[in-house]
């Protein structure tokens, strides 16, 4: 078995079972992660300048993805980065005072529920993606780095054709935001997940 | 489980496990459904801008965008396949000419052109995320499920997450979503998810079933 001591218990498909306080501990993480999305990240990026033409503002740009991550290292519950990700996203946008935005849709401008929730959706997924294809199964440094790459690649497609704001940059510049907010991811999230997960459920090793 | 044992951190088997038919079966059918996706272009924008047919109903028959993702992953019941095939098929669809469609953000070019405050600026064509996304959202109800059940639920299941997240896309990716009233938003919903899912997912169901009739244990 790939997970010693603290054995996940299998389903019927061979996967990690759902039970009760995986689902609470999932909720609770993706509850925390859109408290600290409203009240404490907003104020460091914009400390940091991110949202600037200079790439290395987004080297703070990790934090966005910390619930996901934070969720999926500690229960290991196929769709628990999905879901944290985006209750998290979600009850940060129900807590700011902007909970639609103005949109226009086939030339005609609509009300609709504010697009943060769907970029908190696509980071989910692109977290999740290895790990599904893996089967969850594998849980090692480099599957949690690929998991930060994809995180970093749905977020910055989000920052380009759902949020547009990376848009006005010229290419240069956007790569430089791709590179930064990968590294931050790897540094921030990914990493510290595996060592989360790792002290969770395998055994000490020396 | 022992194979996982030794590479604790690698994948069992190399790309998934996908053998060379596999991978005949991916490419084939992305580049076929891409082609068909190009010409739907056409056919769709006629349906819904020449005959003036009305969004919702139409959605019915949005099932057969996710067919460059659901057939491979029908046929081969791999992980992975759903996601690569619907990509590969997206790619060939935006990659394609000639372009003789400029309707909304959905037609056929490679580049778009996205306006910010008056001023126009190049992006890749979002069809080719709206189709990493359709074929992504499946794969997950497939993944799981450890790609163990092919059967009409778990395809409706994955056919109504596909239709989900195409409304979403629509939405919040490329705007060309109009809704002239609430009902029609709610409509659209209801028929993306059943056009989809119903529809789609069954149809993948029974080319899975007409594949792999007599072979399940071979999985």
């Excluded at chain 2, 809704?179 to 029974?206: K, M, Q, R």
């Amino acid at each position: 078995m790939s997970q010693k001591g603290n054995a996940l218990e299998l389903n019927r498909y061979g996967l990690p079972r759902w039970r009760v306080p995986d689902a609470l501990w999932v909720a609770a993480i993706g509850l925390a992660g859109g408290l600290l999305y409203r009240f404490v990240f907003p104020s460091i990026s914009a400390e940091c300048g991110a949202g600037e033409a200079q790439p290395w503002s987004s080297l703070t740009n990790g934090v966005w993805m910390l619930a996901g991550f934070v969720a999926l290292a500690v229960t290991r519950r196929p769709g628990a980065m999905i879901i944290a990700e985006s209750l998290a996203a979600l009850l940060s946008v129900l807590l700011s005072g902007q909970t639609h935005a103005e949109i226009e849709l086939a030339g005609k401008t609509r009300m609709v529920l504010h697009p943060l929730v769907f970029t908190g959706l696509l980071q989910g997924m692109g977290g999740e993606t290895i790990f599904c294809l893996l089967r969850y199964a594998s849980w090692g440094p480099w599957v949690w780095l690929l998991s930060a790459a994809g995180c970093t690649w749905f977020s910055y497609i989000s920052g380009i054709y759902v949020t547009k704001c990376y848009v006005l940059f010229p290419a240069p510049v956007q790569a430089g935001i791709f590179i930064a907010t990968f590294l931050s991811t790897a540094v921030l999230c990914a990493l510290p997940a595996w060592w989360l997960g790792r002290r969770l459920f395998d055994t000490y090793r020396g | 489980m022992e194979n996982a044992a030794k590479s604790a951190s690698r994948p069992a088997s190399w790309w998934f496990g996908w053998t060379a038919r596999d991978w005949a079966v991916v490419l084939v059918c992305g580049v076929v459904f891409g082609l068909i996706y190009r010409l739907w272009d056409d056919l769709y924008t006629m349906m819904l801008v020449e005959w003036g047919w009305n969004l919702a109903p139409t959605s019915l028959i949005n099932g057969m965008w996710f067919m460059g993702g659901f057939v491979p992953a029908a046929i081969t019941r791999k992980p992975g396949t759903c996601l690569f095939g619907e990509s590969l098929a997206a790619l060939v669809e935006v990659t394609v000419g000639p372009y003789t469609i400029d309707v909304g953000d959905f037609g056929a070019e490679i580049y778009r052109t996205v306006y910010i405050a008056g001023q126009g600026y190049p992006v890749f064509n979002m069809v080719l995320y709206v189709g990493i996304l359709e074929g992504l959202a499946p794969e997950y109800v497939l993944g799981w499920f450890n790609y163990r059940r092919w059967d009409w639920t778990v395809w409706v299941l994955a056919g109504a997450a596909g239709g989900l997240i195409e409304f979403c896309t629509g939405i919040w990716m490329t705007h060309y979503y109009v809704f002239e009233s609430t009902w029609t938003f709610w409509g659209l919903l209801v028929t993306s998810i059943i056009g989809v899912g119903l529809i789609g997912g069954s149809a993948a169901w029974a080319v899975g079933r007409i594949v792999w009739r007599g072979k399940e244990e071979r999985i």
